[in-house]
């Protein structure tokens, strides 16, 4: 059966630190790529997604995830974060049977 | 353009009952899916809707059933109530019935089962 890992479920970090929060699947067809972010009150929002092409994939407010099939990993990262990245973020897959699978979710909290 | 809705945004019932929730989907939306939202359990798939059709269900018991109207709008019933059953349920449309679209999420309805 399809699943996804989010091995880090809490992170903190300073203001100006790096991210990275892993993400990885066991499936081994096409997969499609997602990351979405819940804010603190907000509803869940896409933050990027990854089907085909450059693996390395930019989203909104400065995130970018790589698609390493051999590693079977979909990592987010972003260079500098800022306090209103404090959020929970979710990793999810699709194999194209409309079917989402979603990771368990790591929770970032960035301190000012 | 209006987001997707979901009603009621709360609920609180209690062991055996059943419960309804109701989701409309962004306009011009046709698909539909459900989740469940808990703690350490991350979002679990429910099932998803187009056009009236059920395309794929999760691993839920047969307690938690779904329909689709023609008008995109869809409802979740949960039978026969469980304490474990106290979650935050979230609907998502998408516009594209392709598993590469980009699903947009409503608030959720919280329901608490005593």
């Known amino acids: 059966a399809q699943s996804v890992s989010q091995h880090n479920h809490h992170v903190i970090l300073s203001e100006a630190a790096s991210l990275e929060l892993g993400c990885n699947y066991s499936?081994?067809?096409?997969?499609?790529l997602f990351w979405y972010v819940q804010y603190p009150g907000q509803h869940l929002q896409l933050l990027l997604k990854?089907?085909?092409?450059?693996?390395l994939v930019k989203g909104i407010k400065g995130f970018e995830a790589e698609f390493i099939k051999s590693k079977f990993s979909f990592n987010l990262r972003k260079p500098s974060v800022q306090w209103s990245d404090t959020a929970e973020y979710f990793c999810?897959?699709?194999?194209?049977?409309?079917?989402?699978?979603f990771g368990t979710g790591t929770r970032l909290k960035v301190l000012a | 353009k209006a987001g997707v809705t979901q009603t009621p945004r709360y609920l609180i019932k209690t062991r055996g009952q059943q419960v309804t929730l109701s989701c409309s989907p962004i306009?011009?939306?046709?698909?539909v899916s459900w989740y469940q939202q808990t703690p350490g359990q991350g979002l679990q798939f429910l099932f998803e809707y187009f056009s009236e059709t059920q395309r794929n269900k999760g691993n839920f018991p047969g307690r938690f059933s779904g329909r689709q109207f023609s008008n995109s709008r869809s409802e979740m019933n949960v039978s026969t109530l469980e304490l474990g059953d106290s979650a935050l349920y979230l609907c998502?449309?998408?516009?594209?019935?392709?598993?590469?679209?980009?699903?947009?999420f409503g608030p959720g309805t919280r329901l608490t089962v005593l």
């Open positions: 990854y089907f085909s092409g450059d693996p």
């Open positions: 999810a897959v699709t194999s194209g049977t409309y079917k989402y699978i």
């Open positions: 998502a449309s998408s516009s594209d019935p392709q598993s590469t679209d980009t699903q947009y």
């Open positions: 499936y081994g067809g096409t997969v499609n």
């Open positions: 306009s011009g939306h046709r698909s």
